[in-house]
């Protein structure tokens, strides 16, 4: 069946964009297309209409193909936790925990169940485009590889290396990548394709053509800078480091990025408030004083990120951002901490069993081993919304006789403090909702625009399939593919 695989000479190439960029381009195209990547490592994960998870990215690039996500579309899902290990998902459910010991042995013999999703997807579609995972020049991880080659060979799909010019030495990364793979991998590249051009693409004319004669692959295409990026949910952390606040005099709402945050794209909808300035606090800075609102996102290690939160004496800040009469929302592990005290008898994030939270809600959160996965309507703040869970553990206490929510009209979430000043729900993706969002917005003083979120981020998949349309060879890629 038609299929296409991009890799990259490394992590935040841009894969996950042009996948999306390219299912928008076929499905306008008038192609049944869908997405699929064999192993993801995120803590940025939806809830899928099977009732399972995945990568947020393969849940957008499913939207780019104007499709609902599933798990067969990312049957592996690592998501990093405390103590230098991982959380095992498969076909969208938990199996288990990995660690740097059992690591590599575990994953090679998941192949096969990445085989069955992956037949399954391709009788249902007219084209399945895959995104590989970090760079297949990572040859030390090339034994028991599921991601790139691993998968690529096994399924006889064609491969584009994707190359960031942004970053610097692209022509090193392209060719350098075909310099240390075994043979046999390379030989499943095709081509390749320069990401993040920015300025005249005359002047990398030499370049190019230099990265064909040394590698012997042809180039599809120089991509520039894609702007409509930045409207995309972002899956990758290392993002947040690169957004810095413009001080404007707008409402200040102040996120501290935890080392194990998780669905920080919650946040994303914020962005599109012009009278809202989003400040992401990385460790070394303190919370603002100046925030309106403090957000505590999602966290894979809620013990591990309230301890760190202590040792970055963000804690104190918060305190004193409640004393000085600021508001604060918890969401899902962010909720967790806001209580008096979370437990983890089972041990499930590691050897602590127990630590004290912020106390700025009277509850308390018993960690156990079922994790609660579904998608959710329900009404908070006046307003409707729709969202999803994804959470372990049970939380209890008297403000929760104060729900933030209720789901399906009847089910409470979360709490409120008796003030009012203190929000915690476990539902992601619930500021998408611009009535809720608005009415969050209007108990700390700014105006919302309630913009559409989801009509935001779907003109920006077609503002990205446009580009690649102008700038890549899509005939070409598409004959690649088998599709002619």
């Not at 010991?101 to 007219?126: H, I, K, P, W």
Request: charged content about 25%; hydrophobic content about 45%; glycine content about 12%.
């Amino acid at each position: 069946m038609p299929a296409l695989m991009l890799q990259g000479t490394g992590s935040d190439v841009g894969k996950s964009v042009l996948v999306a960029g390219l299912c928008r381009a076929f499905a306008n195209r008038g192609l049944s297309v869908l997405p699929f990547k064999p192993q993801n490592m995120s803590n940025n994960a939806a809830v899928t209409v099977d009732g399972g998870e995945i990568g947020r990215a393969q849940a957008l690039q499913a939207l780019a193909c104007r499709v609902e996500p599933h798990t067969d579309m990312n049957p592996v899902l690592l998501k990093p936790q405390a103590d230098r290990t991982s959380q095992l998902i498969v076909h969208g459910k938990v199996r288990g925990t990995l660690g740097s010991g059992n690591f590599r042995a575990a994953r090679g013999a998941l192949l096969t169940e990445v085989m069955e999703s992956y037949r399954r997807l391709e009788t249902q579609c007219d084209l399945v485009v895959v995104e590989g995972a970090g760079s297949p020049a990572e040859i030390n991880l090339r034994a028991g590889d599921i991601a790139n080659m691993g998968f690529a060979r096994a399924a006889e799909v064609p491969v584009v290396l994707v190359g960031d010019i942004d970053r610097g030495g692209v022509i090193a990364a392209v060719v350098g990548t075909r310099t240390v793979i075994d043979p046999a991998d390379a030989a499943m590249i095709r081509g390749f394709i320069i990401n993040k051009f920015r300025g005249d693409p005359a002047l990398f004319e030499d370049g190019y053509r230099q990265i064909e004669e040394l590698s012997g692959w042809r180039g599809f295409g120089l991509v520039p800078w894609l702007t409509a990026a930045a409207r995309l949910p972002s899956e990758d952390a290392v993002v947040l480091e690169r957004r810095s606040a413009r001080g404007d005099g707008r409402t200040v709402i102040a996120c501290p990025i935890l080392p194990r945050i998780s669905n920080f794209d919650d946040l994303d909808p914020l962005k599109l408030e012009s009278a809202v300035e989003l400040v992401m606090v990385p460790p070394g800075q303190p919370i603002p004083a100046e925030a309106a609102l403090i957000v505590l996102p999602g966290s894979k290690a809620t013990i591990a990120d309230l301890a760190a939160m202590r040792q970055q004496g963000w804690d104190i800040d918060i305190l004193a951002h409640h004393r000085r009469g600021g508001m604060v929302l918890g969401l899902c592990g962010g909720f967790q901490m806001l209580g008096k005290r979370v437990s983890d008898p089972h041990g499930i994030e590691g050897e602590v069993r127990e630590i004290p939270g912020l106390g700025l809600l009277d509850i308390e959160t018993t960690l156990s081993a079922d994790k609660v996965l579904r998608q959710v309507t329900g009404r908070a703040l006046g307003e409707n919304f729709e969202g999803y869970e994804m959470h372990l553990g049970e939380t209890a206490g008297p403000d929760c006789a104060r729900p933030f929510a209720l789901l399906g009209g009847e089910r409470p979430d979360g709490a409120m403090s008796a003030d009012g000043r203190v929000l915690g729900s476990y539902v992601h993706g619930q500021l998408a909702s611009s009535g809720l969002r608005r009415a969050l917005l209007e108990r700390i003083g700014a105006r919302s625009e309630e913009a559409n979120h989801a009509a935001t981020v779907d003109a920006a998949l077609d503002d990205i399939a446009r580009e690649l349309e102008r700038h890549l060879d899509i005939d070409a890629l598409a004959g690649l593919a088998g599709l002619t």
